[in-house]
């Protein structure tokens, strides 16, 4: 980073292009991607598009997930918000709803042309009859494991929850945790849990008619086995957040864990064993058929100004194009996952050291990935409420009252569904 | 005389606008806020009456999160009360290396609350925590604990980290009190043959109180105040176990995005805190007055 | 040091877990951050360093801008006490001092602005700087931190003043002086141990706020460092290496600011008497 203030700084000196980099359009990138190595890719990323693009100037502010809420609304309320913004799916209605947004269907379809979307990515930001933000990359929940660990205790990789609850307890001996699973009211959980719903037949949250059917037996029976899978989980999963589920597993406390991703703390602070890494589809109720959680994460676009809108178009354009997407997705290999076709098949993307090394994993995942769902946004049942019941992270809340309260799942899902309905209100 | 009136308003008319602007101000525009249904920043709203005070004093996550304010700030003054006593009682002895001890005593304190934060978290956890294994090795578990999984442990867990960053500090302030005591008392009472107890209590103690009395009055409104601790803690977790009214507030504007119910929770809060501190500094000014 | 020797052992004691609860904890960070990743989340985690790497240090200083993180906090603290001072100073001299109308209830206005949750201040205060413009500037902070720490300062300087013996004002007064020269003169010399004691109390509230920093700083290139520490807490992975040398490089600053003028806070409070 120092060294590219550096240079930035004796370019600015030794060019007379400072004179015209005044005129230039300034345009500012918010992201809640904050590690410092994915800063630094974004980084690279954005000079070799300021240098191709002598009239624009795109500058990275990274942000914390735990304060962005508060703080786009605010900033954008003093007109100090950025003109592109990262975002999940339930993020956006709240931004759509204040008027911060305006529709990108032609740009998207645009893109589309040209590069083939995903189409659940779209899907996930398409209602109220426009698209309202650009789909950048994805993330699914899978299963992971060592294989060593699985062949010692002599099992087969869980297929159906019968078996996954068996693994959990086999291989929960010598304070070793079978399954390490979330309970914190909080995003991941919500994830863990929806995945759970969502392979014991409880995809849907809402009806056609936009009321809420949270509460229905599915639901409750996954609460129900995800409470009972607890047990095997470390004594403060309720407290946990992803990188515990992570520390867990790479410090070998963890047997199992349901995680997007695990390859870049198993490869850096773990044994890094390519060969010995498994990674599975999330088992089913009846082993049948297994969904996940699928996040499309996105860019939406801010700017009231059209010469910033262009500017921005023009930079989410050229991170979607396959010679610069690959290094994009890679700024966390093994975690951002394309939503292209062209950028699924992408040199930049495949050609990555880490990438080569889990290629086996990759795959799996990306395979894992055709069957993603997200709640709230799924078979086109999207309404706008869902922001405010992920927001709240009801799911989890839910879990909690189960988990931590001690209530009967019936009664904690008849509950959620109650306080979803509250949050909407 | 006139003059010195004038004098003494251009002294402390600065302090009073600073302090009007970044907090007067803002509470006259929460009080605002709180009759309108204004949801996210920036949004508009109208005006609704009292609805907002009526929906949070019908409903059960207000009087929950005073409850557990309450419960926080007691537990709060008690554990560092304790420990800042025994601390300024021993900084107050002759040892060899009390003038190190006296000085970096406040090191929790000047640590970044974030920075604290982290490190007990580290401490606390599970997988590569410190605390777990030492639990386990002295034979006082047998398995690790969940400092975070129960409301009742997390809210403990979360009084220790507090009382942890904020003992040092109340035992310097106590160790001055205690500095003002002068040493004949003492000597006197040696000479009448009282022994270290009898001598707290009857000389140390007596003269301390007062000093204790205003650091309890302000120790329990900063308490109460403390916001960034539980939040990257817990957020108020697990099941709302450590949800105060300052997480409430939080959570309200910036979760639930109902922004002017979040300001009808704060102006409540306000108020309570307010009768607080007006029967307190009340009675701080007539024991000032006696002395 | 005639203590009995019951007392003696109880000292000891009680010293011993002192130095444990407050020296541990540091510690394990310290040592933590020189240790391989390997070693630091190991299921039997180790007391004293096995392994040793700068390779934390290195990650941190290379990829994130955390020189630029100090010297924004430094402004900020330092801005921050100097404002409080220049403000509290006069305000507690005449509250203890000058007759005025309003005095009691102004001097219990004051201690009152504590009874405000500072986050009801939060939105409006945003909304307030934005219109002038101060969202995403170091002064923001600076005002923020002034208010906060303005109250108790003025409180506590006016009872290190109460501290100062009548005579000493008197004579002054007697001398004819001027009310603003006895307090340059006089007063304020005779408190300064007190005011480093306020100088400090205002220095490492600024040091350590954290909510205010996150939300009203917008861009990178003016965080402060607890906020920039919470950016290396990543949202999906913990590198708990990372943190730790990031926690370690948080402390040292203010340790080594306490190392200079630590022992003149302590005394200042104890030999300035508060009342």
Known sequence: ??????????TTMLMPAAAFAQDAVEITLWHMEQPPHRVARVQELIDAFNAANPGIVVTQEPQNWGEVYAKTP????????????????????????????????????????????????VEAYSYDGGVWAVPLYNMTMNLWYRKSVLEEAGIEVPSTWEEWRDAAETLSVDGVSGMGLPANRQLYTDQTVYSVMTNGGATEIYNEDGTLRFDNPETVASFEFYNDMLQFSPADSTSWTWGEAEACFSSRSCAMVMQFSVIATYDTQAEGDAADLGVAPIPSRDGEEHNTIAYANAVMLLSTDDEKMEASKKFVSFLLEPENYGRFLNMEPGLFMPVTADGATAETFWSDPMVEKYREQIETIIDNGQNGRLFGFTSGRTFPSIAAISAQNIIAETLQAVAVSGQSPADAVAAGQARMEEAAR | MQQSKALAFALVAPAMLVLAATLGWPLVQAVQLSLQDVRVIGSPGTFVGFDNYRHILGGSAFWNAAGLSIVWVVANAVLQTALALVAALILNEKFPGVRVARTWIILAWIVPTVVVVVIWRWLFSTSGGMINPLLIQSGLVDRPIGFFATPWTAMATLVFVNSWRWFPFIALMILAGLTRIPDDLHEAARIDGANAWQRFRRITWPLLAPTLVVLAVIGTMLSFNVFDIIWLLTSGGPAGGSRTLPVLIYETAFKSYRLSEAATISVLATLLLMAFAVIATRALDRDGAER | MNRSLPLNVALVACLAFFIVLIGLPFWWVVSGSIKVPQEIIARTPTMFPQSFTLQHYQKLFEAS?????????????????????????????????????????????????????????????????????????????????VAFALPFSIWMLRSFLAGVPKEIEEAAVMDGAPTLTILRRVMIPLIAPGIASVGIYAFVTAWTEYVFASVLILSDARRTLPVGFSGIIGQYQIDWGLLLAGATVAIVPVIAIFALIGRGFVSGLTEGAVK
């Open chain 3, 65 to 145: 801008d955390y020189p630029v993180y100090l010297v924004n906090s430094l402004l900020v603290a330092g801005s921050s006490t100097l404002l409080t001072l220049v403000l509290a100073i006069p305000a507690a001299y005449a509250f203890f001092r000058l007759e005025f109308p309003a005095r009691g209830v102004l001097y219990r206005t004051i201690l009152l602005a504590y009874a405000f949750p500072s986050i009801v201040v939060l939105i409006p205060l945003f909304g307030l700087f934005a219109k002038v413009g101060l969202i995403d500037r170091l002064p923001a902070l600076v005002a923020v931190n």
């Open chain 1, 74 to 121: 605010a900033a954008l309320a003093a007109g100090q918000g950025p003109d592109m913004l990262f975002a999940i799916p339930d993020f956006t209605p709240i931004l759509k709803d204040i008027g911060a947004l305006t529709s990108v269907e032609e740009f998207v379809e645009e893109l589309d042309a040209k590069h083939d979307f995903v189409d659940s990515t």
């Open chain 1, 1 to 10: 980073m120092k060294t590219i203030l550096k240079l930035a700084l004796a």
